[in-house]
């Protein structure tokens, strides 16, 4: 079935979500990707799922925030993805709870914290499972709910790193994991061209708290490689989000945005 052409033609109508569903993994942080996604979502109109994997009170706390800034639903769940089942019951739920899914960010994931020779076989897998195999549960569970309804977006936070080798940290089985998430878009924006559009969102250094560990002159040095002189702004991304969840983006799929100040442009 070809996906029709919006009704409308107001910028502001197309960039609406009022009425949509949208789920975001991974936002149980007060600065991150994740919650500015679902920030978005919320004050363009949609309800809201998130969920979390360990962090139960900082999903609580953005539940409670959302819905006093923007009177919308939102409901927070519990959610390994690296388990399908656990994903699959995870989608259930939300369509129990809110009667339907219009947009989910794949949001979740997790960081290396060593190269290939110094870590362990389980660091490389532990890695790739929520990052990329995470990722394809995730597309998987609501895939088949976007199939049954005619309509879907799925849009993948994958990183800069997918396309370069980040110097100087050793953190290859990240960039594998985020160049496969890219190109997972790509491949299942052909795969579900009859009924959902998937796309990817490639972010750079953006300050939300995780590398706040890492000493000040590695940190500079990152800063020195940024054509834009800073670090982004994990606010910088949700107007990219809102724009791949909603109408506004009807004839766009298989794309990757590169939000990273110019970092890949080197």
């Not at 991150?32 to 900082?58: L, P, Q, T």
């Not at 129990?96 to 060593?114: E, L, M, Q, R, Y």
Request: some cysteine; charged content about 25%.
């Amino acid at each position: 079935m070809v996906q029709p052409i919006p009704k409308t033609s107001s910028l502001k109508d197309l960039f609406s979500l009022k009425g949509k569903v949208i789920v975001v993994t991974g936002a149980s942080g007060p600065r991150g990707m994740g919650i500015e996604a679902a920030r978005g979502a919320a004050e363009m109109g949609a309800d809201v799922a998130i969920s979390y994997s360990s962090r139960k009170e900082g999903a609580d706390k953005n539940v409670e925030e959302l819905i006093r800034d923007y009177g919308v639903k939102v409901k927070a769940y519990k959610l390994n993805v690296a388990d399908y089942n656990d994903v699959e019951r995870f989608v259930d739920e939300v369509v129990a709870d809110f009667g339907k899914i219009d947009g989910f960010v794949a949001n979740a994931g997790a960081t290396a914290n060593s190269g290939v020779v110094d870590g362990t076989a389980a660091d490389w897998d532990h890695v790739i499972q929520i990052d990329l195999n995470g990722t394809a549960y995730c597309a998987k569970a609501v895939g088949a709910h976007f199939k049954k309804q005619g309509h879907g977006s799925f849009v993948v936070t994958a990183s800069m790193s997918g396309h370069v080798a980040n110097f100087p940290q050793e953190q290859t089985s990240y960039n594998v994991a985020k160049a496969g998430c890219i190109h997972l878009a790509k491949s299942l924006a052909n795969e579900w061209r009859d009924f959902a559009r998937v796309n990817s969102i490639s972010p750079g250094y953006i300050d939300t708290g995780l590398s706040d560990f890492i000493d000040a002159e590695t940190q500079e040095l990152w800063r020195s490689m940024i054509p834009m002189g800073r670090n982004g702004d994990a606010k910088e991304l949700k107007g990219a989000y809102v724009y791949l969840l909603s109408d506004a983006s009807t004839y766009t799929t298989g794309a990757d945005i590169v939000i990273d100040g110019g970092y890949t442009t080197r």
